[in-house]
Every structure is written in C-alpha cells, then in structure tokens.
C-alpha cells in the first residue's frame, strides 16, 4: 500500500486492515518459530553498498552475499524475488527511478528477507535550502549537504545531518517554476542513539499553502534501526516549497531516555 | 484526515518481508554443511540433554573441558551458575547461587584442576576447586593506583600460565590487564582504554598463546573487532584485524584460533553474530554463519552474517575429539549448540 516509504494518491489508512495484517504475519512467525525454528535456518540478506542512491543519469548498483553454493535473486520492480527472478551475476545498471530488492537463496535454508536499494534519478533543480540549521557535533559542512545525492548510511553518523528543535522548518528555492514529480526526503532511525523519526512533516508551497501532510507511526515502541526515503509526490508546477517537521518534544516514556530532547537525523532531500 | 494527509509506513510492522510457505520447504531439510576448509561441521542443536524445568540457564557466557573430558558450561543464572555435561549433553552436575554477574570462566592447574570466574556484577573475580570450593576472591586492584573506585572495575576473563600466574581483563571497565603472579599478588598492568595500539575498548577476552615461541597473550579489542598480540610482560606485538568480527574471547585449540562473534559489522547491529576459525598463520580458514573469508591485497574483506544461526554467540570450544560448543547471551536461555566436524 505505501510500498517503500510513497504514498499513494488520495488514501485513507485502514487501522483495522494494518491490525488484522500485522496479526497475520505474527502468528505465522510464532508458527514457524515453534514448529521447528532450529531446522528452519534462514539466511541474512545480501550486501550492498547502500540501501538508497540519488543519481542524474544512470547508476549501478553492486550486491555481496560470500556464502559457498548460495545465490542472489532479485528483481527490479519492487516485487519480493522468488525462485523464478534473476540470478545477481553483476552489477545492475539502471538509468531511471527503480526499486531493486535482492535476496539470498541456498538450498536447505529458509531465502533471506530482502535488501531493497531505492535508486531516484533526480533532478538538479534545487536553487538553495535555508531553515534551521543542524547541531552539533552532526552539522559538518552545514545545512546545503543535504542535497549533495551523498547519503549517509545506516550504521554510520557520517553525512547524516542532526537536529534537535521541536519544529524544524527548510526553505527550497528551485532554479525555476518547473513541474515536479516528487521530493523526497531521507531519515534515519536508531532509537537506541536517541534518534526517531519525527511525529509529522508537512510540506507546502513558499505562499504556504499545503501540498501534503505525512505522519508517522513507529515511535510507539521499539523498533529497529533503519534508514528510510519518504516520498511526496507533486505533479505540479513549484518555485520552491517549504518542509516543516514536527518532532516529539520528547523521548517517549517507554525509552530508557525519555524526557530527553529527540534527535532528528537527515542526511539527503532529492527532487525527482 | 483530508486528502493530502497519509500516514507515513514507518512501522516495523510491514518493513520485513513476509514470510510465505514459499520459504518453509515442508520436508526436512538436508543437513547442512558448516564453515569451509579444514574445518566443516554439522550441527547439533540439541545437544543438552535437559529442558527448562529441569536446568535453567540465562545467557551462556562460557565453556571449558576438564581432565575427566565433561563440558563446564559458566551461566549467570544463579540457580546453577555452573554446569557439567558429558559430550552427549547429558547434566552431570551443577553447583554456584552467588555468581549473578558470572561471564569469564577459565581452567587451570595439572593433576587437581581449578576454575577462574569473572563477575561483572560483583567487580570481582573468583579461583575455586572445580567442584565450586572457593579458594581465593580478587577485588578491584587499588594497590595498581589505577582504580578510584571499585564499580570501575568490571572483569570479563582470564588467563593463568602453567604456573599459576593470572591474566586479568577488565573488558567492561577501565580495560586495563592486570597482571598476577601465583599468590595473586599484582605483578603489572598495562593497557587502558584508548585510541593507541597498546590500548582497548572492549578487551572482551583474553588467552595464553602457547603457538608462539617464546609464548605470548592474545587479547580482544572487541570493538575495533581485533585480537591484540602482547608478550607476557605487557609489550604490544601486533594487531590480528577481522574487520566486521565483533569477537570475544580467543580460544585456542592445536594450531588453531577459535573466537564467537558476538555482533558484526559492529556492536549496534542485533542478531548478526557467527564463528571465525583461523590458523596459525592469523589466515580465517572457516567462518560458520558467517561470510567466506575473502582477502584483497592481503587484507581481509569485512565480515558479515550469512545463516541466522545464531542469535548471540558469546564463547566456543573445542573438546578433545574436535567437536565445537557455541553458547550464546541474550538468545532466549538458549543451550549452548553442540557442532561435529565432518571430513
């Protein structure tokens, strides 16, 4: 339904349907997990440089997995790959927005989850940003870094910018008034770094005016950490826009930090 | 909500794959070859003989063998810090209530036997008879002036030399070794945490590498997923890189060096832990659950999970057929696996 992190046009969330499909996924891993889960080994997921790629022309992307007599399938539309996708030879070579998800497969053990690389080919359109600026120590190089298409990855701190305000607010000029098809805009979360993600954002026009407003639903326990590209899509004609983000003000009271003032770690805004 | 609102799929709930009946062959499996090389094995999970009503464990932390061949295992579960098993997993005996913070676990002494026992929780650690007689109890090393404050002061191993010196880590405090002689008394210390070759952060584990000649101690940086080479009097020899290995404590068996992984690529990523085995030459010749060693321009390609096989390995050993013993912390009270090499 909001397959990697896009909404589609015009939804209305259906708690219960999200309920009864988080349950359904629920009692089949406890199945699985009692029936046998020591003769039912899996594998972990392929390697790859990053899960997320910003690029003008084309890119390719390079998957890793050296486990003796295994494989990497994958796929490039965004389907889970199964036992009938491609065999990974080489690296994979795209010239438009694609998602590749990748998996391991050997025979015996349960296939991986799979490694999904969200390759955007951007456009260079973003005149300047201006807002509120990172903090330190997570501020190297300053606010513009966040449209470099040099994304930071999960398991570092490097390139990823850090705020702390409980309302964080860029300005975005484009080069011209030009038709858009989506910005995008990535985070990171690491709860035990006392990183979430924020509780909405919203982004507008430069008069104002809402283009649209996401909120967020994962800070309500712990979750894994995970470095994530969320999508508006525009499909109209911009001079710039305004991203305004509402973080919790802060840690929620489940974590060992609560009380604490949330980061909020951003580390790429691209326009496609 | 209007129409321009949407709720972001940030929950957890739907990032992992679902698992289908596409993944779950409904025949058992063919068994499995693990690691590569010299040293492959096959996997008994079921090894203990025993369930949780009859033997409780928490985390795992380590094994040893004793003269009579039985398997000691040292858990932090204070209704039987330590237990004996035979090979085939049988419980032979348990002993230890007052170890709540049990983690290293190291044997010693020809003809009567003797165990060193860490205690994270206590800041303290422990020799006693190899039936649970405690014999001598070291406290936080203020004679050294490196320690102000005894909660500083968090042992994870040992070592002892043929005759009776004790190595101590203090991987979990101010990472410093310090140096026994035979009544206990502190002979050295060196280390520290720091950013310098001699230094550590994590210094996890700790053995005597009798391989070497003269013999030499081979310490955990864990980490900096490294072993550190020192001579016995606390020199800095080498480093032994495993770039992506979280590794505990080093475990030699023969000519070769065993070691868990507790995490990889570091210690933030949950669950990605695997084996690493490698020769006497530091060259990885086996990997269970882990990646093939693969080396560019001499050096070694970073490590990373392959098999969920393990949750937490936290300790190996090597009994005297050759069989391999994992267990684990924080893997659901998980018995320690038992592996058999395969030709």
């Known amino acids: 339904m909001f397959a990697n992190g896009t909404p589609a046009k015009h939804i209305r969330i259906n708690l219960s349907l999200l309920h009864k499909k988080f349950i359904l996924q629920a009692l ?26 910003f690029f003008q022309n084309s890119t390719c992307i390079s998957f890793e997995f050296r486990q003796p007599g295994a494989v990497i399938r994958y796929a490039l539309n965004g389907d889970e790959p199964n036992l009938n996708s491609a065999i990974y030879h080489e690296p994979i070579c795209v010239s438009g927005s694609v998602i590749i998800k990748a998996k391991s497969f050997l025979k015996s053990l349960i296939p991986s989850e799979s490694v999904s690389v969200k390759c955007i080919k951007t456009n ?26 040099q994304p930071g990855e ?54 104002g005016k809402t283009l649209g407003l996401g909120f967020f639903n994962s800070n309500t326990g712990p979750a894994n950490d995970e470095s994530r590209i969320f999508s ?4 109209r004609k911009l001079k710039g826009v305004i991203i305004r ?21 951003a580390d790429e805004i691209a326009v496609e | 909500m209007n129409r321009k609102e949407f709720l972001f799929n940030s929950s957890i709930l739907l990032t992992g794959s679902l698992l289908t009946s596409e993944n779950f062959p ?21 090894w203990v003989k025993a369930d949780a009503s009859t033997l409780a464990v928490n985390d795992c932390h380590e094994m040893v063998q004793d003269a009579k061949g039985r398997i000691v295992l040292l858990t932090n579960e204070t209704k039987n810090n330590v237990i004996f098993f035979d090979k085939k997993g049988k419980v032979l005996e348990t002993w230890g209530h007052e170890f709540p913070g049990a983690h290293g676990l190291s044997i010693a002494g020809e003809g009567e036997q003797y165990l060193y026992i860490t205690d994270y929780e206590k800041n303290q650690f422990y020799k006693t008879t190899i039936d649970g007689r405690l014999l001598q109890t070291w406290n936080y090393p203020v004679e050294s002036g490196k ?58 584990g700790i053995c005597i590498d009798y391989r070497s000649s003269p013999e030499t101690l081979l310490i955990t940086d864990r980490t900096r997923c490294c072993f550190k080479r020192f001579s016995l009097s606390g020199e800095y020899i080498e480093t032994i890189a495993l770039p992506g290995a979280c590794v505990c404590r080093p475990v030699i068996k023969g000519n070769y060096l065993y ?81 058999i090499p395969v030709a």
């Open chain 1, 232 to 235: 508006f899509p525009l499909e």
């Open chain 1, 124 to 149: 260079d359109v973003i005149k300047s940003i201006s807002g509120t600026a990172p903090r330190e120590p997570y501020n190297k190089n300053g606010l513009l870094t966040i449209s470099d298409k």
């Open chain 1, 245 to 265: 983000v509402q973080n919790y003000s802060s840690i929620p009271d489940w974590h060992p930090g609560k009380g604490n003032k949330p980061w909020l770690f």
């Open chain 2, 26 to 46: 409904g025949n058992k499996q063919e068994e499995i070859i693990y690691g590569q090389n010299e040293k492959r094995y096959k996997l008994d999970t079921n």
């Open chain 2, 259 to 339: 070691a868990a992984v507790l995490r990889s690529p570091t210690l933030d990523n949950n669950e990605s832990g695997f084996v690493i085995i490698l020769n006497k030459e530091n060259r990885v010749v086996s990997v269970i659950g882990g990646s093939e060693a693969a080396y560019e321009n001499g050096k070694l390609k970073p490590f990373y999970q392959t098999i969920k096989l393990f949750k937490h390995p936290h300790d190996v050993m090597v009994d005297d057929e050759e069989n391999l013993y994992v267990c684990q912390w924080n893997s659901g009270k998980a018995y320690p696996y038992k592996f």
């Open chain 2, 147 to 204: 320690y102000s404050d005894p909660k500083r002061f968090v042992p994870t191993e040992t070592a002892i030399t043929k005759n009776g010196e004790v190595y101590l880590a203090d991987g979990y405090g101010a990472q410093f070794i310090v140096h026994y002689d035979a009544s206990g008394k502190i002979k050295n210390i060196f280390g520290g945490r720091g950013q310098e070759e001699k230094n550590f952060d994590n210094a996890h």
């Open chain 1, 154 to 207: 999960q398991n570092s701190r490097e390139r990823w910018l850090g705020f702390q305000s409980d309302t964080v607010e860029w300005k975005i000029d484009f080069s011209k008034k030009q038709k858009l098809k989506k910005l995008h805009i990535s985070l990171l979360r690491a709860q035990n770094a006392w990183i979430f993600y924020p509780l909405k954002m919203e982004l507008l026009t430069l008069g």
């Open chain 1, 28 to 53: 089949l891993l406890i199945f699985f997990c009692d029936a046998s889960a020591q003769d039912r080994i899996q594998l972990a997921a392929p390697q790859t440089a990053s899960t997320k790629v």
